[in-house]
């Protein structure tokens, strides 16, 4: 028993000093920006430059800064180095009394934006470290944005760039934290008919992503409008469903490409490289002929929706169809505006309605035969 303990006390006496080495390596070891491992470097450099892309961009309606800025946004980051637990830093959240940590002297540019690196052997960071699914966590009482990236990159969980996942996370996590309302319960059913009536949307909607002309872009919404109408006549639970679905998850990915632009990202719908991109129509064969990688219930009841929803979002801001149309996007459960809502809104004000508009002509236009066709493929692939 006296030689167990004395195995007990020599491990701890050894962690102790581990611990002490590596409390007085943190600080004072590399604490100036320059001297850092340049994967770490690159990655306090892009939230570094996230902050100062929000503090300019603050007030901008495309990135609904009423709710969102990103620049309120504390983060803290680890790279994951094998199994052992690589550094962590602290941006812009003020852990300064916190004895694990110390502050990295930044150059010039960053120099009002406090980064603090933490010791290796910080219970806080082995709790970061381990992290699988959770995007936020407290520190000092603060909410703050957590992530881990590669050992040799700095791609965010080994999928995209930090700036990516960091912007689209914070987004979604400022929408969320709003008095957001009960999601509406419904779901796509996937018969012959419903996948078409997606399809014919995707056509149009791909007409009207690249219209120019004010009166031939009038005529793309008056028919876009009359085939969403007749597919939500079948369903009106869904048609709410898929409304504020929009109003969420479609303006978040909306938000999520026009900040891909600025930050060189160039993301576009799809989540696909702008000199790789796919129109939605590719998007609906691959679908039907199942080369599309995505689980089929999956896409029709939340990530088509949120892609087309921001597909909407484009065609109003850049036709300039609404004045500070962001701010009138809702979801409440009650009073959903969504960016079909004002579409369809600026239909009937402006454009004469679409009550008027053939249903049968639109199929015809778009070689509806041939939409139905894989329609059908997919159908009975899934039955």
């Known amino acids: 028993m006296k030689k167990f303990f004395n195995i007990i006390l020599i491990i701890l006496g050894v962690a102790l000093i581990g611990v002490c080495v590596d409390l007085t390596t943190n600080k004072l070891a590399k604490t100036d920006y320059n001297s850092l491992d340049a994967v770490d470097r690159e990655a306090i450099a892009e939230l570094c430059g996230m902050t100062e892309l929000f503090k300019d961009r603050r007030g901008c309606s495309d990135v ?23 550094t962590t830093y602290a941006v812009n959240l003020n852990v300064s009394k916190n004895i694990f940590a110390q502050q990295i002297i930044m150059p010039d540019e960053y120099s009002d934006i406090a980064v603090y690196r933490f010791a290796y052997f910080t219970p806080f960071t082995f709790s970061l470290y381990n992290n699988k699914s959770d995007t936020f966590s407290y520190v000092n009482g603060e909410r703050v944005y957590i992530d881990v990236y590669d050992s040799q990159s700095i791609r ?16 979604f996590d ?12 419904a779901s796509f059913e996937i018969k012959e008919e419903n996948v078409a009536l997606i399809g014919l949307e995707y056509r149009i909607l791909d007409d009207m992503l690249v219209e ?9 919404v008056k028919e876009y409008v009359a ?25 978040a990915q909306y938000a999520f490409y026009n900040i891909s632009d600025l930050i ?11 000199d ?5 129509y590719s998007a609906y064969y691959y679908l039907c002929t199942g080369r599309y990688n995505s689980d089929i219930n999956d896409y029709f009841n939340e990530t088509g929706i949120a892609y087309e929803g921001a597909a909407l979002c484009r065609v109003i801001e850049d036709n300039h169809l609404y004045t500070n149309w962001c701010n009138r996007v809702d979801a409440n459960e009650n009073d959903i505006v969504a960016p079909y809502t ?39 692939g899934v039955s």
């Open 64 to 86: 609904w800064s009423e709710n969102y800025n990103l620049r309120d946004y504390k983060a803290v980051v680890t790279r994951k180095l094998g199994i052992i637990k690589g």
């Open 156 to 171: 965010a969980k080994g999928t995209g760039s930090m700036e990516e996942v960091y912007v689209k996370e914070t987004f």
């Open 174 to 185: 400022a929408v969320e934290s709003l008095d957001v309302p009960s999601r509406i319960n």
């Open 212 to 220: 120019d002309n004010d009166e031939k872009l009038h005529e793309l």
């Open 227 to 251: 085939v969403r109408e007749y597919q939500n006549s079948k369903n009106l639970l869904f048609a709410k469903y898929r409304n504020q679905m929009e109003a969420r998850e479609g303006c």
């Open 264 to 274: 060189d990202h160039d993301i576009t719908y799809f989540n696909k490289e702008k």
């Open 276 to 280: 790789d991109s796919i129109t939605f």
């Open 342 to 380: 004002l579409l369809k809104r600026r239909c009937e004000r402006n454009y004469g309605g679409y009550r008027d508009v053939s249903l049968d002509d639109i199929k015809r236009s778009y070689n509806y035969e041939e939409i139905i066709s894989m329609a059908r493929t997919l159908v009975n």
